[in-house]
């Protein structure tokens, strides 16, 4: 069993329900990084309860469904996306943990909520939580307890049920490479199996050929936010009416010898600030603010670039035609939000993956999404420096006029000091790794 989180399954005799409910039904207990996600109380019992008796059948066949979503689509605003992440949505006449699933593509998050007392509810989860693990480690302990249950049904003599339809689906899939590439632009775009536009899913595929796959799924994962999707031909069009010349081969570039984690070894945010400081030492920028003519510098582009007010549809991105040529596109018309998202790309360079053409800067909740950000605010205003401009005083004023130094927003100030523990979050609505720290 993985380290960070395991799945029990204690059978209990049931009398009723289909043959796969009462061949699966199980004490079933979520723990993760030691902390118990089901824990409740059983009113009948008059106890608290760790694990609810519940159908491991049920929620190994929801798992096993929503088995790509799981693994790859980050949070998101659609209507639809509870459906494929809270395990509350199972139903079948169980009372299901109040447990949300989702992951940026390294790391998977568990947030466990309590519910609400009711009259005649016999079992209410009291687990206020939230953890991450990593991606890998939550693929292998799913693997085991669908592959219990299997058991379990086959010990039963139960054949071909629905989720060995599904399983062996999904497995077959996994070990696929085509196959499991479709499968995660769907879990990406926020669609169940089979359920995309066969031609959106061709043109994305065909669009990583031009511009490099992880770029693509970044695009994906962005129709979660916006619900549209751009494709390489519309953001040469936006490039040319909307952007800027640039230089890739005068972009900063770190040493060979300041080597940073590899992305999934840390939560998001620490990869960002780490490249951001490792980029502001070797610049030796110390904790002063940086000009429009030195972050453009540093960006290989013009300064009329972040004083430009126009603005442009869809995301920021950089878009490579040659080593020496290209073009760069700020979706942002405020001062503030433009030297954001040219830091943004500036971080993406650094620390995000190596190769392709295309740098996008989306709304996603992605890995390298939330590595951006988190670059962009520690290189444009160094939290050490941030800390001792405050001197203990968080008021929203005092965050004001550091925001004002060092021309950033007050949620980029904000930002850090929750990061950093000085502030505490008042709701799960940012990075999750902050939360679960």
Known sequence: MSASWTISAEWEPLDSGSPEERACFAALGIYAHGICLTEGSDALANRLRQAPLLSAYHFAEWTAWNWWRLRWEPRSKASDWV????????????????????????????????????????FRYITDRA????????????????????????????????????????????????????????????????ESDPQVLERLIADAE???????????????????????????????????????????RLTAARELPRGGQVPAWRLG????????DQERLDGQPISDRQLAEMAGVEVPVLSDRRGAPGISFALDENPIRGRIVLRSKWHGGRRFEL???????????????????????????????????????????????LEGDYSTENQQDVAEHFEVSPLTIRTLLVNHGRLEREELDGEFEAAAA
């Not at 809270?86 to 519910?115: C, V």
């Not at 995660?184 to 926020?190: H, M, N, S």
């Not at 796959?213 to 040469?236: N, P």
């Not at 009416?241 to 900063?252: E, H, K, M, T, Y």
Request: aromatic share 6%; with cysteine.
């Open 83 to 122: 459906y494929a992440h809270r395990i509350a949505t199972i139903g079948g006449g169980y009372i299901w943990p109040n447990l949300t699933i989702f992951s940026d593509g390294e790391r998977a998050a568990l947030i466990a909520k309590p519910t609400d007392e009711r009259p005649q509810t016999p």
């Open 131 to 194: 953890v991450v693990i990593p991606a890998s480690e939550f693929e292998s302990e799913l693997d085991i307890l669908i592959d219990q249950v299997l058991e379990r049904l086959r010990l039963a003599k139960i054949a071909d049920s629905n989720l060995h339809k599904v399983w062996s689906g999904v497995c077959e899939e996994r070990r696929t490479p085509e196959l499991a590439r479709a499968r995660k632009l769907e879990a990406l775009l926020g669609r169940d199996p089979d």
């Open 210 to 252: 031009q511009l490099s796959v992880s770029a693509i799924e970044e695009l994906a994962a962005e129709h979660g936010q916006t619900r549209s999707i751009l494709t390489a031909d519309e953001l040469r069009e936006i490039a040319g009416q909307n952007g800027f010349d640039a230089s890739p081969r005068n972009i900063v």
């Open 273 to 280: 600030a780490r490249a951001a400081q490792a980029l502001r």
């Open 343 to 389: 830091a943004r790309l500036l971080g993406d360079r650094i620390a995000g993956p190596k190769g392709g053409r295309l740098f996008p800067a989306t709304r996603a909740y992605t890995y390298r999404q939330k590595m951006q950000r988190s670059f962009a605010a520690e290189f444009l205003s160094p939290f050490d420096a941030v800390d001792e401009m």
